[in-house]
């Protein structure tokens, strides 16, 4: 019985189609690609080095031109993009943020409707907070001190 690489290269892709499972990264995803159609090589009766050659063209080329395309498309929203961009910033209290009730802050220039969950007296105008998340156009702020470490929001030139 003659050996064939058919089933070294369907393993191959198999182990690495588990590798891109456990990372989800889209690493192993092109080589597992360029290995299954190293099997399909095998298939065809092709030599081994003719197999190797396209395993590898197939899978630099998927690495290269198709992994761009699936990181874009799987990407989760980040954490840095869109209102949740605010999470972590320094603002200032436009107008006072009663004790359970909603206010407006100040934050790179946009003003936002806020509230300070679990802070028992109302935050004045001109405190200076913090965003702790996004729920909505609601932002959930908390007290910082006067001087929150040198933010753009807390400078004197974005006082009201």
Known sequence: MEFSFFWVWTLLASLLCIGEFATKKFFFLPFALGAACGAIAEAADL???LQVVIFLTIALLAFFFLRPFFLKASREE???????????HCGIVCREIPA???GRVR???????AVAPGVPHALP????IE???VDGAVLKVRAT?????GCTACKPE???
């Open 158 to 160: 974005y006082d009201l």
């Open 131 to 133: 965003v702790l998340k």
């Open 107 to 113: 934050i790179e220039r946009e003003e936002w409707s």
């Open 125 to 128: 105008v001109g405190a200076s």
């Open 100 to 102: 359970g009730e909603q």
């Open 78 to 88: 980040d954490a840095d993009k869109g209102v949740n961009r605010l999470v972590g």
């Open 47 to 49: 030599s081994v080095i």
């Open 145 to 149: 001190k006067s001087i929150c470490g």
